[in-house]
C-alpha cells in the first residue's frame, strides 16, 4: 500500500485557481491509477478524476470537464489537480486516491478547498 498526503488547498474566490498535490510514498507508485475525489458534509464521497499509470488516459465527472486538468510526475510520486474557473459548488474536502486492480487502495487525509462567491 502507499501513503498518500495532499497539499495545495485553501480559500480561493470565485473564478480562480488552485493546484493540488498529492506526495505518495513507495516504489510503486507508477502501478497504480490515482485519482481526486471530493467530499462535502452529510454528502458521500463523489469521483472528480483519473488518470491511468503511465498518464496516458484520463477521465473526469461532468462536473469538472473543461476547468480541472489531472496530471501526474511518477519521477516524483506525485499527482496534480490542476483546478481552474472555480465556482462556489466546488467548495469541499479533496481527497487523493490510489487503486491497483491487482491489489491496494488508499487514501490520502484530504485538504479543503473553499470558493468564495
Known amino acids: 500500500q502507499v501513503q498518500l498526503v495532499e497539499s495545495g488547498g485553501g480559500v480561493v474566490q470565485a473564478g480562480g485557481s488552485l493546484r493540488l498535490s498529492c506526495a505518495a510514498s513507495?516504489?510503486?507508485?507508477?502501478?497504480?491509477?490515482m485519482g481526486w475525489f471530493r467530499q462535502t458534509p452529510g454528502k458521500e464521497r463523489e469521483f472528480v478524476a483519473r488518470?491511468?499509470?503511465?498518464?496516458?488516459?484520463?477521465y473526469y465527472s461532468d462536473s469538472v470537464k473543461g476547468r480541472f486538468t489531472i496530471s501526474r510526475d511518477n519521477a516524483k510520486n506525485t499527482v496534480y489537480l490542476q483546478m481552474n474557473s472555480l465556482k462556489p459548488e466546488d467548495t469541499a474536502v479533496y481527497y487523493c486516491?490510489?487503486?491497483?486492480?491487482?491489489?491496494?487502495?488508499?487514501w490520502g487525509q484530504g485538504t479543503q478547498v473553499t470558493v468564495s462567491s
Open positions: 486516491n490510489a487503486y491497483r486492480v491487482l491489489g491496494g487502495n488508499s
Open positions: 488518470i491511468k499509470p503511465n498518464g496516458s488516459s484520463t
Open positions: 513507495g516504489r510503486t507508485f507508477s502501478t497504480y491509477d
